[in-house]
């Protein structure tokens, strides 16, 4: 049964990443963890091992085929990834005491929110 539903999951983020360019981690990662009972990095690495091919890949043959991706900007946004998620990684697997851990989230967070904010 688990295996049916880990497939649904995949089925529906597939659907919802195909529509709106968004969705594979934010609907994959909690289902892997409630479906899954997988640990919260575990989901993480498995979802970007699920989502490398299908979505990076296959996603993109269709898109080009219509010319709809602009391969300058998604060289540079390519590279940003590979750093970031680098560095994502790494932050995600440093312990820290739970106050320093959510004061450090907060801060990620409030700088977001303020970019966003400036940015409109």
Do not use: D
Not at 57 to 80: D, H, I, M, P, T
Request: charged content about 10%; some cysteine; proline content about 2%.
């Amino acid at each position: 049964m688990t295996w049916a539903l880990i497939a649904l999951l995949g089925l529906g983020a597939g659907v919802i990443s195909g529509l709106f360019g968004v969705g594979g981690a934010v609907v994959i990662i909690p289902g892997l963890v409630l479906i899954g009972k997988l640990q919260q990095h575990t989901a993480h690495g498995t979802s970007l091992a699920a989502l490398l091919l299908p979505v990076g890949l296959l996603g993109v043959l269709e898109y080009s085929k219509r010319q709809q991706v602009n391969w300058g900007f998604a060289a540079v946004v390519a590279v940003g990834l590979l750093i970031g998620a680098y560095f994502g990684a790494r932050l995600a697997s440093i312990r820290c005491s739970v106050r320093r851990c959510m004061l450090s989230r907060r801060a990620v967070s409030e700088t977001l929110r303020l970019h966003s904010s400036y940015t409109r």
